[in-house]
């Protein structure tokens, strides 16, 4: 049966919580998805359909059977932004995309010590960050409750319980970088299918040190590595922002083949511990989810780790569409921008040199707004072409963009297909904000000028501080959407 449950975990499976030391093998492993679906049945009144979200940054063996359960319990997991409730300039906003997601039904999360140490310190960030979920979920949850229930002896009808292959899996959204974001939705069948052919990824040791909040994260990693029957131990660990240096330690002596990383800083952050302390993982493939930096080019040459993958796919694909890996064998051409095709499991055409993929399984037709060229195997991403129109006109983002660069990015245009209005945010600097009328009416010029009416203007701006509206590394524009149109 295509579905996620633990029937797809390799029999070989062998968890090591690198916390404590703890071993788990898949009896093991069971044992504990069978208290979770417990858990969650009688504490929170699960039913097939229910949407739960994994608020867990601490990462272990119990994080992975958590989310078996709520796999088995035809649970919809809900992928959803880390810091979904801002204050900006005294504003409350919520991220808009978060709030397609809500409500929820659980919420299952870390509880916060009063201790102050700095990984109390982190826990204290992640409870305000998720402080809009807690109020907008029916069940709320600490993970603390699961370890303080008594549990019945027999299990077994529990334990029976799995989904069927069309039920719902996970809901996320598209990312809204130039439009309004989506609702994604997927379904056991598909992750199945997915998760089986990225599994052959996958060998030796793997590192699991992320939360699964990236759409593309659970088929492009989690799933597949607990798949794969090379893969010989799977670490559990946690990667907290204040705290990369003990997460080196603790990884340091292992023989890695796989980790992840969201985040191209975190990449930096953690090889400049590893180069300070000399501290090398010669097997060590590192995924990320973002173009490989030409930075990280002397780890691969002084043998910190063997090869730096870039992921390329999307929250409504899935993926991997394609790849794009660095190692000593291509490292004097790579080219960061140049990928290949993983295999045919998406059926992929570029058609007036946008990429379409007819969805497996589905057998959806999706449109995406990446430009390539194609020279033999090899994929260039010549970037985005966005088709937005406000107004009835057309939007051209790279005339869009020009500007901003005249501005050295610190201003930001943006369009808004709901309120059908364009939106100009200006970092907060001294040398612009002395003449934001002037900026205004500058642009509003250029864009009369180019598209030869007055039909197109800017219709808000407003000046604030960018990194405000970061989500992770990158700034988040549906926030920024959200933002104009409740306070500007």
């Given at each position: ?24 093998n898949k009896t093991q492993l069971e ?205 559990f660990t946690s990667c907290h922002p ?247």
């Open positions: 049966m295509g579905v996620i449950s633990r029937d797809i975990i390799s029999e070989n499976f062998l968890g090591i919580n690198l916390g404590g030391g703890a071993k788990f044992l504990r998805i069978d208290k979770w679906k417990y858990f969650l049945a009688h504490r929170c009144d699960a039913k097939k359909g229910d949407k739960i979200l994994i608020g867990i940054i601490d990462i272990s063996v119990d994080f992975v059977a958590l989310c078996f359960a709520a796999f088995e319990l035809s649970l919809v997991i809900v992928i959803a932004d880390e810091d979904p409730l801002r204050s900006i300039s005294n504003k409350k906003i919520v991220n808009p995309k978060m709030a397609e997601l809500m409500p929820l039904n659980i919420l299952i999360r870390q509880p916060v010590s009063t201790d102050n140490d700095e990984l109390d310190t982190d826990l204290a960030k992640y409870s305000n960050k998720i402080a809009y979920y807690t109020q907008n979920t029916k069940f709320d949850i600490s993970i603390e409750e699961f370890y303080s229930t008594c549990f019945p002896e027999d299990l077994s009808a529990i334990s029976a319980i799995r989904p069927d292959e069309d039920d719902l899996f996970m809901i996320t959204t598209s990312s809204g970088t130039t439009g309004t974001a989506k609702v994604v939705k997927h379904t056991h069948k598909f992750f199945n299918e997915l998760c089986k052919r990225n599994s052959k990824e996958f060998s030796g040791g793997v590192v699991h040190s992320r939360n699964i909040h990236h759409g593309s994260s659970l088929t492009v990693f989690y799933l597949p590595s607990l798949m794969s029957d090379a893969v010989t131990t799977h670490y204040n705290l990369y240096e003990h997460f080196v330690k603790q990884i340091a002596g292992i023989d890695i083949n796989h980790i992840s990383f969201p985040y191209v800083k975190i990449l930096r952050d953690v090889m400049t511990i590893c180069e300070q302390q000399r501290i090398k993982f010669p097997n060590l493939r590192v995924s990320l989810l973002s173009y490989v930096p030409e930075f990280s080019k002397k780890y691969i040459r002084e043998l910190y780790v063997k090869e730096i993958q870039s992921i390329f796919g999307s929250n409504e694909t899935a993926g991997p569409l394609f790849l794009s890996t660095m190692s000593m064998d291509n490292i004097d051409n790579f080219d960061s921008r140049s990928f290949s095709k993983v295999d045919d499991f998406y059926d992929m055409q570029i058609e007036d040199d946008v990429l379409t993929v007819t969805m497996p399984v589905y057998g959806t037709k999706i449109k995406t707004n990446d430009v390539f060229t194609v020279d033999g195997e090899q994929y260039t991403h010549q970037g985005r072409s966005d088709l937005v129109r406000i107004n009835d006109i057309t939007i051209d983002f790279n005339f869009f963009n020009t500007i901003c660069n005249e501005y050295n990015d610190q201003i930001m245009l943006l369009t808004d297909t709901v309120e059908n209005k364009i939106y100009l945010l200006i970092d907060k600097n001294p040398a612009l904000s002395t003449n934001i009328d002037g900026i205004v009416e500058h642009i509003n010029t250029r864009i009369r000028l180019y598209y030869s009416t007055h039909r197109l203007q800017i219709d808000k701006y407003a000046v604030e501080d960018f990194s405000a509206f970061l989500s992770g590394v990158k700034i988040d524009r549906e926030l920024i959407r959200g933002y104009f149109r409740q306070y500007v």
